[in-house]
């Protein structure tokens, strides 16, 4: 596999630079094929002018995206080469007016079959197994997308979403907890009625269920001494299954934490020789449906409850 296709989207600009430089290097051979002596980079100007008598530099620092001085440097080399004249406009004197020359327009008359052959070509290329190809929507698409996006903003915000994360630990049950798992459930209940089963008797009496009976495991999300989220395991030690109840603070659930819990939970419950876990997940939930899934879990049933349905999701112990 090549170093591009190793390194993904962190050499996506590199990758659209060398289609670009492909394409210009077919260009430039296309016009020295046709013995015609033409930079691309003459292009933007040439195509104003092919459609207008003339074009002000701010039109064409607008049509372009670019700064006046820029265009301004763009027009002086091809005044330079004799392609076009530059002139004041009568009713403003700070409005300076680009116009092709002689040579310009015969230059100009020279290139354009150039420019209808590739359009043409562009809009025909061939596909795979024959079909039309659709590369220049997909262009279009891409273009759209990453003018869409704040790439820096996402950037930002998963540099420190990850920083976050570097910080959670995830540790068993202690005493020390206690306090605040419950008012970690408590809030859990408020903002999500129905998603408890309706046994919660080891919240009453969590110190006997770990740590007397051992029916029950529980391991906590830690950041910077806060319980940001819990999995418990509901352990029937007769049937050798556990069943796994998930609360989280509310705004700080994210797939990642879910996996970690869930990788802990699943060596430590197959340290206790159980061989199938269970969980219930909302029907609606399909991010965690689909984390669950990748996870080897299968469905046994859909539960209706009375406010939302719920998934019944399993997994083998190996």
Known sequence: MSLYKRTGALLFGTRLKRLSDKFFTDL???YRDQDIRFEASWFPVFYLLSSQKEVTISQIASELEITHPGASQIVTFLKKKGFVQIAQNKEDKRVKKVILTKSGKEKLHEIRPVWKALLETMNELPGIEGKPSNVLEL?????????RIDLVDLVEKKLQFDRFLEKIQIVPYTEAYHDALMSLALSWMAENPGTLPENVDWINRIH????????HMILLAVHLERIIGACVAAIDSDTKTARLIFIFEEGQISDHI?????????????????????????TANSNLLKLFQKNNFKLREIENGSAASFARLYRTMS
């Open 139 to 147: 262009l279009e698409e891409l273009e759209k997308e990453m003018f």
């Open 28 to 30: 430039s051979k296309i």
């Open 258 to 282: 879910i996996q970690v819990l869930l990788d802990k939970t699943g060596f430590e419950l197959a340290e206790k020789d159980i061989s199938e876990i269970t969980a219930d997940v909302e």
């Open 208 to 215: 006997k269920a770990v740590y007397e009976t051992q029916t």
